[in-house]
T-cell receptor, first 115, second 113 residues
Framework: NAGVTQTPKFRVLKTGQSMTLLCAQDMNHEYMYWYRQDPGMGLRLIHYSVGEGTTAKGEVPDGYNVSRLKKQNFLLGLESAAPSQTSVYFCASSYSPGLAGADKYFGPGTRLTVL | AQSVTQPDIHITVSEGASLELRCNYS??????LFWYVQSPGQGLQLLLK??????LVQGIKGFEAEFKRSQSSFNLRKPSVHWSDAAEYFCAVAPFGNEKLTFGTGTRLTIIP
């Protein structure tokens, strides 16, 4: 049981290049999330998905797109990378929250640098 | 909108000493409250959470937190820290029944021998 995995772990892009970050979970979770973490700002939600085939915008969605074609995978795309997107990106997943709230399981992160 | 404040950016504690990390939230009703820990180079791990009931909650690794409605606080405590507790700690809040977490900016904990 690998939990939540992210590919790649590190990446350096030039301004204007595109890339896709892959998140995979093997816990059969319905919900998946993409966050970015910047110094002094905590984690901010980019996009999330409440099930296969669904996506929704979070707090900072501009410049990113996502897809959830399979329940276990959640892809984050940067169509034209900008230096402001230099960050550490975390994926997370959880089962449907209900009233008790759901524990989120986080991946190890992807460190992205845009030059 | 909800918000979370962690007033201490960095705390240094001697090994074996007690620890308290502060967290204040702003929200119109009682929210879900969480503490996460992030070890260097790792993702976040849930330490504990509160959503109702007993205001003192126990978590993993010997941590506990107390919800105080009158102070809008959810401070994290540990009676005796270990060198392995050195990490960054994040408080987070979510509205009741909602999955959208809002994180604080984090407190970095350093342990000295």
């Amino acid at each position: 049981n690998a939990g939540v995995t992210q590919t790649p772990k590190f990446r350096v892009l030039k301004t204007g290049q595109s890339m896709t970050l892959l998140c995979a979970q093997d816990m059969n979770h319905e919900y998946m999330y993409w966050y970015r973490q910047d110094p002094g700002m905590g984690l901010r939600l980019i996009h999330y998905s409440v099930g296969e085939g669904t996506t929704a915008k979070g707090e900072v969605p501009d410049g990113y797109n996502v897809s959830r074609l399979k329940k276990q995978n959640f892809l984050l795309g940067l169509e034209s990378a900008a230096p402001s997107q230099t960050s550490v990106y975390f994926c997370a997943s959880s089962y449907s929250p209900g009233l008790a709230g759901a524990d989120k399981y986080f991946g190890p992160g992807t460190r992205l640098t845009v030059l | 909108a909800q918000s979370v404040t962690q007033p201490d950016i960095h705390i240094t504690v001697s090994e074996g000493a007690s620890l308290e990390l502060r967290c204040n939230y702003s929200y119109g009703a009682t929210p879900y409250l969480f503490w996460y820990v992030q070890s260097p180079g790792q993702g976040l791990q849930l330490l504990l959470k509160y959503f109702s009931g007993d205001t003192l909650v126990q978590g993993i690794k010997g941590f506990e937190a107390e919800f105080k409605r009158s102070q809008s606080s959810f401070n994290l405590r540990k009676p005796s820290v270990h060198w392995s507790d050195a990490a960054e700690y994040f408080c987070a809040v979510a509205p009741f029944g909602n999955e959208k977490l809002t994180f604080g900016t984090g407190t970095r904990l350093t342990i000295i021998p």
